[in-house]
């Protein structure tokens, strides 16, 4: 069984290396589609973008609630959620893009013609849209930072182009596409879950580093054989990080740890593409290129 598919990973990588090129351009061809219609190229939550959160210490059915709302509020971004502790609902939190005290009144009344509330049941949180906006660009400006800082460092400890660029096209390829599937599902991006992008950042370097530095610094056996050597360990890797990043998604009920935990799951998925397809893939191509353009050197020195 492993056979087969080692002969098709050695003969077909440069066919296989089609597959990451392709879902990079679907990724970022979704991005453009969204910025392009809904001014942002990413679904942003209250706080990124700005907006109310109303905090109703009652146990209430969210869905209920949150269907009362959507029925007198047609079109609006409003979102219900449970807070829970131990597993127990404790709250429920209605988000929305209400930043006036009016706006934020209309919605009170609203949710008082479903349930009793008095002014002590509930708490008012507001996040202005300049604030989220500041805090949006400087999270990005962040990103942009760890994104420079790990080119360097790479290129440092590589000292050639080509293998630093495909470990730099690899933690890209991840961002960029994980984001595209995170907008498709329809998340809406809170900044917990940029800090779950600058952990993916981190995997994915983890596991290309480990490939690079097997294929590029060891000359044990073939190309091939390191390649599937540091296979074995960067697999070995991945899966035990995807159990506990499942168990956390299956078992969690804070929706900041769901969206963390979905991030890395989907980013954690689509590494496994970049790294073994298109960041061995570009590794091998080099060294052919490199082990032929030394062989006609020494061809015409002999």
Same mark, same amino acid.
């Given at each position: 069984?492993?056979?087969?598919?080692?002969?098709?990973?050695?003969?077909?990588?440069?066919?296989?290396?089609?597959?990451?090129?392709?879902?990079?351009?679907?990724?970022?061809?979704?991005?453009?589609?969204?910025?392009?219609?809904?001014?942002?190229?990413?679904?942003?939550?209250?706080?990124?973008?700005?907006?109310?959160?109303?905090?109703?210490?009652?146990?209430?059915?969210?869905?209920?609630?949150?269907?009362?709302?959507?029925?007198?509020?047609?079109?609006?971004?409003?979102?219900?959620?449970?807070?829970?502790?131990?597993?127990?609902? &404790?709250?429920?939190?209605?988000?929305?893009? /209400?930043? @006036?005290?009016?706006? #934020?009144?209309?919605?009170?009344?609203? *949710? %008082? $013609?479903?349930?009793?509330?008095?002014?002590?049941?509930?708490?008012?949180?507001?996040?202005?849209?300049?604030?989220?906006?500041?805090?949006?660009?400087?999270?990005?400006?962040?990103?942009?930072?760890?994104?420079?800082?790990?080119?360097?460092?790479?290129?440092?400890?590589?000292?050639?182009?080509?293998?630093?660029?495909?470990?730099?096209?690899?933690?890209?390829?991840?961002?960029?596409?994980?984001?595209?599937?995170?907008?498709?599902?329809?998340?809406?991006?809170?900044?917990?879950?940029?800090?779950?992008?600058?952990?993916?950042?981190?995997?994915?370097?983890?596991?290309?580093?480990?490939?690079?530095?097997?294929?590029?610094?060891?000359?044990?056996?073939?190309?091939?054989?390191?390649?599937?050597?540091?296979?074995?360990?960067?697999? &070995?890797?991945?899966?035990?990080?995807?159990? /506990?990043? @499942?168990?956390?998604? #299956?078992?969690?009920?804070?929706?900041? *740890? %769901? $969206?963390?935990?979905?991030?890395?799951?989907?980013?954690?998925?689509?590494?496994?593409?970049?790294?073994?397809?298109?960041?061995?893939?570009?590794?091998?191509?080099?060294?052919?290129?490199?082990?032929?353009?030394?062989?006609?050197?020494?061809?015409?020195?002999?």
């Amino acid at each position: 069984m492993l056979k087969p598919l080692k002969n098709i990973y050695d003969k077909h990588y440069k066919k296989l290396f089609i597959i990451p090129i392709l879902l990079l351009v679907l990724a970022l061809a979704q991005i453009a589609f969204q910025t392009a219609t809904t001014g942002d190229f990413v679904n942003k939550g209250i706080s990124l973008k700005g907006g109310s959160a109303i905090t109703i210490n009652k146990k209430i059915d969210p869905l209920e609630l949150e269907n009362h709302l959507n029925q007198n509020f047609q079109g609006a971004e409003l979102t219900v959620r449970s807070l829970t502790e131990a597993g127990i609902q &404790t709250a429920v939190t209605v988000e929305s893009s /209400a930043q @006036t005290k009016e706006e #934020i009144a209309v919605i009170i009344t609203k *949710i %008082k $013609q479903k349930i009793n509330l008095e002014q002590e049941d509930y708490t008012v949180e507001i996040v202005g849209a300049s604030l989220g906006e500041s805090f949006f660009k400087q999270t990005l400006f962040a990103v942009f930072i760890a994104f420079i800082l790990m080119g360097i460092v790479v290129f440092i400890y590589f000292r050639t182009i080509a293998p630093s660029l495909a470990v730099i096209l690899a933690a890209f390829s991840d961002i960029v596409i994980t984001l595209a599937i995170f907008n498709l599902i329809g998340f809406k991006l809170s900044s917990a879950g940029i800090a779950a992008f600058l952990m993916l950042i981190g995997y994915s370097v983890d596991t290309d580093i480990l490939l690079s530095t097997r294929v590029l610094k060891r000359k044990q056996g073939s190309v091939l054989d390191r390649i599937f050597n540091a296979m074995k360990t960067g697999l &070995t890797m991945t899966a035990s990080t995807l159990v /506990a990043v @499942t168990l956390a998604l #299956i078992f969690a009920q804070s929706p900041v *740890i %769901k $969206q963390i935990m979905t991030i890395l799951l989907i980013g954690l998925l689509i590494d496994l593409i970049n790294t073994w397809l298109q960041n061995t893939a570009i590794l091998r191509y080099y060294l052919e290129k490199k082990n032929k353009h030394q062989h006609h050197e020494s061809s015409q020195n002999s």
